[in-house]
């Protein structure tokens, strides 16, 4: 499904309708709560896209520690690199992690093998966090306003809900540390732009790395100026391989085998799990929570 799935459009569809399944991790533009209140189950695919948003989580983490953008630009204008400013190593500095699921987790892997030291905060410690981490240093649980005011990275995996929306705003970025670097692969309405883009101007925020905005497909004009700012179009998933394709994922350290199933291959098995027993795979954690109402 494409588009928005908002309480008046959902209130036009045929009682016929029990079940809405989502190719995609996030699923803010679905009204949860009126599918609820319909008895429509909604599914979503958490797990598919993990890897492939994580890897791009540390692209661009390391674009903007580096500030790629200025000398890729001077170079493609035939300026052998340019004015090209001296950036930062990832080790000795601190990542902070705000969300710890499987894309933050994933993503704390990957960012362990560059020597970073890792904190997070999450609406509540993970459990076990210590089996992804067998021969490194475990990320620590800390609080939130701890997480911004003492972290150099900080790099964005929450969903995005009433809780979250304008999470990062003038406040909060002005108690993170002079020279911060922000990284975005979550949703872009997390973020007020606004104030990024100013302080991206003072110098309070030393470079950004956005795969997402408030806006899209609209950009804040200040961050497509900005030679600080790091910037993809939302292709955190566009890969063939998250896409597409099942795999077998051989987890040796632990001694198991899973296997892993994409997005599209994801949906469609939560559509024959639909049909054939009336559940989903992957519903959505509200629905999971909270009681459905019996469909009309």
Request: charged share 20%; with cysteine.
């Amino acid at each position: 499904m494409t588009g928005r799935f908002d309480a008046e459009l959902i209130s036009h569809l045929p009682p016929s309708v029990g079940f809405i399944c989502h190719n995609g991790a996030g699923y803010d533009q679905i009204d949860v709560e009126s599918c609820t209140e319909r008895g429509i189950s909604v599914s979503n695919t958490p797990t598919a896209v993990d890897a492939a948003t994580a890897n791009t989580a540390i692209f661009l983490i390391l674009g903007a520690l580096r500030r790629a953008w200025i000398p890729q630009a001077a170079l493609r204008e035939g300026r052998w690199r340019g004015a090209t400013p001296l950036g930062r190593d990832p080790h000795h500095l601190t990542l902070g992690i705000l969300g710890m699921g499987g894309i933050g987790t994933a993503t704390a892997k990957r960012a362990a093998a560059l020597g970073f030291t890792m904190q997070y905060h999450n609406r509540n410690p993970v459990a076990d966090l210590d089996r992804h981490f067998p021969s490194q240093e475990v990320p620590r649980y800390v609080g939130f306003d701890h997480l911004i005011k003492t972290s150099d990275v900080i790099s964005i995996h929450l969903p995005l809900g009433p809780a979250t929306k304008g999470l990062i705003g003038k406040n909060e970025l002005g108690a993170m540390r002079d020279g911060v670097v922000i990284v975005n692969t979550a949703r872009g309405a997390i973020i007020d732009e606004d104030a990024l883009a100013e302080s991206l101007e003072s110098g309070k925020v030393w470079s950004v790395g956005l795969d997402v905005f408030e806006k899209e497909p609209e950009i804040n004009p200040k961050l497509m100026k900005h030679p600080g700012a790091v910037l993809l179009p939302h292709i955190g998933t566009a890969t063939t391989d998250t896409q597409f394709t099942v795999h077998t994922l051989i987890l040796t350290t632990w001694g198991e085998t899973n296997q892993q199933k994409e997005m599209e291959v994801l949906v469609i098995d939560n559509v024959k799990r639909a049909i054939t027993d009336g559940t989903l795979l992957t519903q959505v954690p509200e629905q999971k929570q909270k009681p459905m109402l019996p469909r009309a």
